[in-house]
C-alpha cells in the first residue's frame, strides 16, 4: 500500500524559487489553499472509514458463533426447485441436533 508523502503541513510549508518569467504567487497560493482544503477532508475521510472498519471488527469479535445449524445457508429454503427429499435431510439434521442422544438411543426398535 502505498505511503502518503505530505500532510497538509508541509504543502501549507511548500516555498518554490523564483525566476523570471514565473507563475502568479497569488494563483499558486490559492490553488495550493484549495489543494490544502481537500487534503485535509481525504485525511479526515480516511481517519473516520479507518475507525469505522475498527467498531465494525470489535462487533464483529463480540457477536456469538452461530451453531451448525444455523450456519445451513437458507438460501436452499426460499428456492422453488427444494424437493422434499432435500426437505426430509434438513428436517433430520434439525432434530439429531435438537433432541440428539434420544434420537440415537430410540432408533434401536
Known amino acids: 500500500m502505498a505511503s502518503i508523502i505530505f500532510s497538509a503541513k508541509d504543502i501549507f510549508e511548500q516555498e518554490f524559487g523564483r525566476e523570471v518569467r514565473g507563475y502568479s504567487k497569488v494563483?499558486?497560493?490559492?490553488?495550493?489553499?484549495?489543494?490544502?482544503?481537500?487534503?485535509?477532508?481525504?485525511?479526515?475521510?480516511?481517519?473516520?472509514?479507518?475507525?469505522?472498519?475498527?467498531?465494525?471488527?470489535?462487533?464483529?469479535?463480540?457477536?456469538?458463533?452461530?451453531?451448525?445449524?444455523?450456519?445451513?445457508?437458507?438460501?436452499?429454503?426460499?428456492?422453488?426447485?427444494?424437493?422434499?427429499f432435500d426437505i426430509l435431510k434438513r428436517l433430520n439434521r434439525l432434530e439429531k441436533e435438537v433432541f440428539g442422544k434420544q434420537i440415537l438411543d430410540n432408533s434401536d426398535f
Do not use: C, G, H
Open 27 to 84: 494563483e499558486v497560493d490559492e490553488f495550493l489553499d484549495d489543494v490544502i482544503k481537500d487534503y485535509e477532508t481525504y485525511a479526515a475521510l480516511v481517519k473516520s472509514l479507518r475507525q469505522e472498519i475498527a467498531d465494525l471488527k470489535e462487533e464483529l469479535a463480540r457477536k456469538p458463533k452461530p451453531s451448525p445449524v444455523q450456519a445451513e445457508p437458507i438460501e436452499a429454503a426460499t428456492t422453488s426447485s427444494m424437493t422434499n
